[in-house]
C-alpha cells in the first residue's frame, strides 16, 4: 500500500520540477539585447503557468500556453547597461550583466568559423591586449538536423573580448565588431553560427528552398527514415610498415633505404606518382647548446593530409586533417645539443600529399631559430589501394545536406532580435557557381521571413584569391562563384566586402582576417549605419563599345580610379562575339576604364580578374578599397 501511494507521489514530484520554467541557451548571463528594438524573451513551462518578469523597475506578466511554451516581449531600450533581469514562477531565473547594444548574427563556413586562436601569430598582440567587455561572443556548437528546426540549441554562453576568452572569437566578426565599437561606443554582440566546409543550402529553411526541385527531393529522402541505409563500414587501411616494432621514429630504428625528398614540397612532384598513403620522413637537425634542455616551437607550415610530429622519439604532436597550420610546442628536455632526429608521419588520402610551399618550416625557441626546410630522407610505410568500383561509399555528412544546419543552428535564434547579418561562404559552393546567385538570395529572403524582418540587412563577403596563378587567360569556378555574389548585390539592403586582394595562393583560410572584418564593417557603417562613407571597392555598371575599345563605368569610385602599384590597370580580358577572351590593354580616364586590344577588331566581352587567383587584380579607388572582379558583355 504504501508503495502505491510512492509511485504517484513521485510522479508528481517530477513533473513539478520538469514544469519549471525554463530559458534556451541562448538568454544567458552576460547576453546583449540588441537595442532600440522590442526584444523577445521566451522559454516553456508548465501548461498555463503565470510568469512574472521585472526588467528596469517594471513588471511584465505573461503566461505559458497549453503546450507549456511562452514569450514576452521588452520595449525598446537603448543601449546600456549592465542589467538585471528577474523571471519569477515556480522557480526564480535571474539573468545577471545583460546588456543592450547591437547584435550581429555571423555565419557561413570555415573562413567565419576561424578563430582567433588559429591565427594567434598573426595576432598575438591583439589577443595579448584584449580587454573589451563590450564585445560579447555567442558561440553556436556544431548540430545539424535533417528532420525539422529545432527550438533550441544544444549548448553555449555568452564570453566576452577579454584575454581569458578572446581566442575562442571569429577572427572576422571579432573585428568587424571591434571597428563598430571603435566608432560608435556601443556594445556589440556576434552570434557566431557557422561551420567549415559546408554549402548555402544547407543553411536554409525548407519553405526557403521550396523553388528548387534537388534539394526538395533531397529533403524528402533525408526525412524518410525507410530509405535511410546505414553505409557499410570503409575496408581498413593497410598496415603502415613504420609503426611495426621498431616504430621508425623510435631511437632504436636504424634507418634503411630511404630516399631524398625536399621539404616543403608534394611528393607526388618528386618522383613518386599518384601515391594515397602513407609517407615518413626524417632529418637530423642540428640543435644549438643555447636551445638544449628549453621548450620551443615548431611551425611545419601546413601538411597534406595529416601528420605526427616525432623528435628523439618523443611524439610531441599531431594534426588530422590538412587545413591548420601546425604549430607545435616541443617540451623542455626533449632537445640536447648537437644532432636530433625529427621524424614525420604524413597520411595523404587524395591528391597531391606532403607539405604545403610558400608556408613557415622551423623551429625556434627565444632568439634561436633552426631552419627545417631543405632535403629529408623518406620512406613510403603504406599505399592506399584506388577504391574498387563496388566500394562501399562514404557515409553521408548530415552537415552537407539542405536545412540541415538552419534547422539545428539558425532557427533556435530567431527569436532573438538582431541588428544584421554577416555572411563569409562560398567555398564550398564553387563546384557549381552557376547555381550560386538564386541560393544565396534565396537565403536572404529566406532568413529575412524567419525574423520577420523584410529589411534586414545582409553584409557578405566576396571570395579571396587562391590555388594556383594563371597567366593565361582561363575558366576559374571561383571567378563565376564571386560573380555570383556580385550579382547578389541586386538584392536590395546588402552590402559586398571585397576580398580579391586578401587571399593566398596555397592557403583557402588566409590570415587576413582583420581586413575582412575591417571591410565589413566599412559596409555595415554605410549601409546600417547611414555614414556617409566610401564602403566599398569600384562595382561595374556598364560597358560600352566604340571601335575597338570598351568604355566601362563603375559605382563607388570616390573622387576618381586608381592602381596600387601605380601602373595601368591590369587582368582585364576582352573578346568577341566568339567568346574567347584575350589579355587588354587598359587606361584609367577618371571614373571609367577603356580597354582594348589590337587582337579583337569588335570587342563584344569584357571581364577582371577572371581567374581563381588573379595575378594583380591592381583597380582600386581613392580609398584604396579593391574593385570587385565582374563578367560582362556589350549592352
Given at each position: 500500500m504504501k508503495k502505491e501511494l510512492l509511485i504517484p507521489t513521485l510522479l508528481l514530484m517530477s513533473s513539478l520540477v520538469s514544469a519549471q520554467v525554463?530559458?534556451?541557451?541562448?538568454?544567458?548571463?552576460?547576453?546583449?539585447?540588441?537595442?532600440?528594438?522590442?526584444?523577445?524573451?521566451?522559454?516553456?513551462?508548465?501548461?498555463?503557468?503565470?510568469?512574472?518578469?521585472?526588467?528596469?523597475?517594471?513588471?511584465?506578466?505573461?503566461?505559458?500556453?497549453?503546450?507549456?511554451?511562452?514569450?514576452?516581449?521588452?520595449?525598446?531600450?537603448?543601449?546600456?547597461g549592465p542589467y538585471q533581469i528577474d523571471i519569477t514562477a515556480s522557480n526564480n531565473i535571474r539573468l545577471r550583466d545583460v546588456l543592450f547594444g547591437d547584435v550581429w548574427f555571423c555565419s557561413g563556413q570555415s573562413n567565419m568559423v576561424h578563430q582567433l586562436n588559429v591565427h594567434d601569430v598573426t595576432y598575438a598582440d591583439e589577443i595579448a591586449t584584449a580587454n573589451n567587455p563590450e564585445i560579447r561572443q555567442f558561440l553556436v556548437p556544431n548540430a545539424a538536423n535533417l528532420f525539422g528546426p529545432q527550438s533550441d540549441l544544444n549548448g553555449g554562453s555568452w564570453k566576452s573580448a577579454t584575454s581569458n576568452d578572446i581566442r575562442q572569437f571569429s577572427a572576422v566578426a571579432y573585428f568587424f565588431a571591434k571597428q563598430l565599437y571603435a566608432q560608435y561606443k556601443i556594445p556589440i554582440g556576434i552570434i557566431n553560427a557557422s561551420v567549415g566546409g559546408t554549402p548555402v543550402d544547407a543553411w536554409t529553411s525548407e519553405a526557403g528552398l521550396a523553388g528548387f526541385p534537388a534539394q526538395v527531393a533531397t529533403i524528402a529522402g533525408n526525412k524518410d527514415t525507410s530509405r535511410q541505409v546505414k553505409p557499410m563500414p570503409p575496408a581498413p587501411p593497410p598496415p603502415d610498415a613504420g609503426m611495426a616494432t621498431p616504430t621508425w621514429f623510435s631511437t632504436s630504428y636504424q634507418p634503411e633505404n630511404w630516399r631524398t625528398i625536399n621539404i616543403p614540397g608534394y611528393w607526388e612532384d618528386q618522383g613518386l606518382r599518384n601515391l594515397d598513403g602513407v609517407v615518413w620522413y626524417s632529418r637530423e637537425i642540428a640543435i644549438p647548446q643555447s636551445m638544449a634542455g628549453k621548450s620551443a616551437k615548431v611551425f611545419l607550415g601546413r601538411i597534406t593530409d595529416a601528420d605526427e610530429l616525432y623528435i628523439n622519439g618523443v611524439k610531441i604532436g599531431n594534426t588530422t586533417y590538412q587545413y591548420p597550420q601546425r604549430r607545435y610546442t616541443v617540451p623542455a628536455n626533449v632537445l640536447k645539443p648537437g644532432l636530433n632526429r625529427f621524424v614525420v608521419r604524413v597520411t595523404n588520402y587524395s591528391g597531391?600529399?606532403?607539405?604545403?610551399?610558400?608556408?613557415?618550416?622551423?623551429?625556434?625557441?627565444?632568439?634561436?631559430?633552426?631552419?627545417?626546410?631543405?632535403?629529408?630522407?623518406?620512406?613510403?610505410?603504406?599505399?592506399?589501394?584506388?577504391?574498387?568500383?563496388?566500394?562501399?561509399?562514404p557515409p553521408m555528412q548530415a552537415i552537407m545536406q539542405p536545412t540541415a544546419l538552419f534547422n539545428a543552428m539558425v532557427a533556435p535564434e530567431i527569436n532573438y532580435a538582431?541588428?544584421?547579418?554577416?555572411?563569409?561562404?562560398?567555398?564550398?559552393?564553387?563546384?557549381?557557381?552557376?547555381?550560386?546567385?538564386?541560393?544565396?538570395?534565396?537565403?536572404?529572403?529566406?532568413?529575412?521571413?524567419?525574423?520577420?524582418?523584410?529589411?534586414?540587412?545582409?553584409?557578405?563577403?566576396?571570395?579571396?584569391?587562391?590555388?594556383?596563378?594563371?597567366?593565361?587567360?582561363?575558366?576559374?569556378?571561383?571567378?563565376?562563384?564571386?560573380?555570383?555574389?556580385?550579382?547578389?548585390?541586386?538584392?536590395?539592403?546588402?552590402?559586398?566586402?571585397?576580398?580579391?586582394?586578401?587571399?593566398?595562393?596555397?592557403?583557402?583560410?588566409?590570415?587576413?582576417?582583420?581586413?575582412?572584418?575591417?571591410?565589413?564593417?566599412?559596409?555595415?557603417?554605410?549601409?546600417?549605419?547611414?555614414?556617409?562613407?566610401?564602403?566599398?571597392?569600384?562595382?561595374?555598371?556598364?560597358?560600352?563599345?566604340?571601335?575597338?575599345?570598351?568604355?566601362?563605368?563603375?559605382?563607388?569610385?570616390?573622387?576618381?580610379?586608381?592602381?596600387?602599384?601605380?601602373?595601368?590597370?591590369?587582368?582585364?580580358?576582352?573578346?568577341?562575339?566568339?567568346?574567347?577572351?584575350?589579355?587588354?590593354?587598359?587606361?584609367?580616364?577618371?571614373?571609367?576604364?577603356?580597354?582594348?586590344?589590337?587582337?579583337?577588331?569588335?570587342?563584344?566581352?569584357?571581364?577582371?580578374?577572371?581567374?581563381?587567383?588573379?595575378?594583380?587584380?591592381?583597380?582600386?579607388?581613392?580609398?584604396?578599397?579593391?574593385?570587385?572582379?565582374?563578367?560582362?558583355?556589350?549592352?
Open positions: 525554463k530559458l534556451p541557451q541562448l538568454l544567458r548571463d552576460s547576453m546583449i539585447l540588441q537595442r532600440d528594438q522590442p526584444v523577445k524573451l521566451w522559454g516553456t513551462a508548465a501548461a498555463n503557468e503565470k510568469i512574472n518578469i521585472q526588467f528596469k523597475g517594471k513588471t511584465y506578466r505573461t503566461k505559458a500556453d497549453a503546450n507549456g511554451k511562452w514569450q514576452q516581449q521588452l520595449p525598446p531600450t537603448a543601449a546600456g597531391k600529399g606532403g607539405f604545403v610551399p610558400d608556408k613557415p618550416y622551423c623551429i625556434f625557441s627565444g632568439t634561436d631559430t633552426v631552419d627545417l626546410k631543405g632535403y629529408w630522407q623518406y620512406k613510403v610505410g603504406a599505399v592506399f589501394p584506388p577504391p574498387a568500383p563496388d566500394a562501399p561509399k538582431i541588428k544584421g547579418i554577416c555572411w563569409y561562404q562560398g567555398e564550398a559552393d564553387t563546384f557549381h557557381p552557376n547555381d550560386y546567385t538564386k541560393l544565396l538570395s534565396a537565403l536572404i529572403y529566406d532568413w529575412r521571413k524567419q525574423w520577420q524582418r523584410p529589411d534586414l540587412p545582409f553584409l557578405y563577403v566576396q571570395l579571396p584569391g587562391f590555388m594556383d596563378y594563371n597567366y593565361l587567360p582561363s575558366e576559374s569556378n571561383w571567378a563565376a562563384l564571386r560573380e555570383a555574389q556580385r550579382k547578389t548585390l541586386s538584392v536590395p539592403n546588402t552590402a559586398m566586402a571585397v576580398a580579391i586582394d586578401l587571399g593566398e595562393w596555397n592557403d583557402i583560410h588566409p590570415d587576413n582576417k582583420k581586413e575582412v572584418g575591417d571591410r565589413l564593417a566599412l559596409a555595415a557603417r554605410k549601409l546600417v549605419y547611414k555614414e556617409n562613407i566610401i564602403a566599398s571597392g569600384p562595382l561595374y555598371l556598364s560597358a560600352e563599345a566604340a571601335g575597338n575599345k570598351i568604355t566601362l563605368s563603375f559605382s563607388d569610385t570616390g573622387t576618381g580610379l586608381a592602381t596600387t602599384d601605380a601602373g595601368a590597370p591590369a587582368t582585364f580580358e576582352i573578346a568577341g562575339a566568339d567568346k574567347k577572351f584575350v589579355w587588354a590593354e587598359a587606361k584609367i580616364e577618371g571614373d571609367k576604364v577603356v580597354v582594348w586590344s589590337n587582337n579583337v577588331a569588335s570587342p563584344v566581352y569584357v571581364r577582371y580578374a577572371w581567374s581563381d587567383n588573379p595575378v594583380n587584380p591592381n583597380l582600386i579607388n581613392s580609398a584604396k578599397l579593391p574593385a570587385s572582379p565582374f563578367q560582362a558583355g556589350v549592352k
